[in-house]
């Protein structure tokens, strides 16, 4: 069995903060993890000016843009963007409620990993609540296409990512990633691997607003000759695959609750994961709603309802 089947719901035992720059807006940003009641889910509240509060629930309906990140909201005014690093590790550590405070228009981006925001919870500690937990069951296949891309999920006894890249790079080329997901599977194999990203789109992305917070601290960087320029190099030979599949974690929690099944992609990415998780969530016979091993009544469709997006671009968070 692949990730922990806990009976209740859980959140943090105490708030904590973190303070960093975010990736694409190049401003610092703030923002507090705070407990939440049981059946609340993760909500993100940005702080606008004069104390006006813009409030997302973190499920697929509410995402946006999913071009270089994942975006909670359509107006860059009142949105969050780059949600999926926190996100994963809120749903790698089997966080059930949360209220995300956010002064920011993004999640900061740290180390451009999880292991920040791991970090974090573990601070805070993790308490159990008196409701059950729901688990969202995958009863049969489900897959979509988009030219040579793919992605699809099928049954299985536990929660299991198979992730599969292909660049047309030779520094990273066809790498892949699988196994059963567990906390201390995602802390030590996945949780430290950064987002990445080519020289030669620097430029092209900083003349549309984009990434002017990304440096050799956050980002992996590939140069025009196919090397890493960060001089500490990689943290695991296959960090690309690894940061690939510790985004489609992030993506998958927007599901509203831990999916019992297998997932996976070839040649993926924040679009792909969001149109999968739509293609599921449309389909009312190819999942079932549980409380642990229990089978319960199917939760409101539009509450788990994901949401086409725009198109995947290279340089992802």
């Known amino acids: 069995m692949g990730i922990e089947l806990l009976g209740f719901q859980t959140t943090i035992a105490n708030p904590i903060t973190l303070k960093g720059i975010g990736v694409h807006s190049g401003s610092e940003v703030e923002i507090t993890f705070h407990p939440a009641d049981a ?18 629930r973190a499920v697929s309906s509410h995402v946006g843009n999913t071009d270089l990140c994942t975006v909670l909201g359509l107006s860059p005014s009142t949105s969050i963007a780059t949600i999926e690093h926190v996100m994963a590790a809120v749903y790698a550590l089997g966080l059930d409620n949360l209220l995300i405070e956010v002064h920011g228009a993004e999640m900061p981006i740290m180390d451009g990993s999880s292991a920040p925001f791991i970090e974090a919870i573990e601070q805070a500690g993790v308490h159990s609540l008196p409701e059950k937990r729901r688990y969202i069951r995958i009863l049969k296949p489900v897959r979509i296409e988009s030219g040579a891309s793919w992605s699809e999920f099928t049954p299985y006894d536990g929660m299991r990512f198979e992730v599969e ?21 995602f802390k030590r194999e996945l949780s430290r691997a950064r987002t990445f990203g080519f020289m030669r789109d620097v430029e092209r992305l900083w ?8 440096s050799l601290e956050n980002s992996v960087v590939i140069s025009d000759d196919n090397t890493v ?9 296959d960090e690309f695959v690894r940061h690939k599949t510790l985004d489609a974690v992030g ?8 999916f019992l099944g297998c ?9 792909m994961n969001a149109n999968a998780l739509k293609a599921l969530l449309s389909d009312p016979t190819a999942y079932e709603v549980v409380e642990t091993a229990t089978p319960r009544q199917r939760t409101r469709p ?7 997006a725009p198109g995947f671009a290279p340089w992802s968070a």
């Open 39 to 56: 059946d609340a889910g993760i909500v993100f509240q940005r702080v606008l000016a004069g104390g006006r509060l813009s409030e997302f």
């Open 165 to 185: 890249i292909d660049f047309d790079c030779p520094l990273i080329g066809r790498q892949s990633w699988k196994g059963d997901m567990t906390p201390s599977v």
């Open 207 to 214: 003349a549309g607003g984009f990434a002017l917070g990304s």
């Open 229 to 237: 320029i960060n001089v500490e190099g990689l943290r695991y030979t």
């Open 251 to 258: 993506d998958l929690s927007l599901a509203g609750a831990p």
């Open 263 to 271: 997932y996976r992609s070839y040649r993926g990415g924040h679009r």
């Open 302 to 308: 539009r509450d788990m309802v994901a949401v086409a």
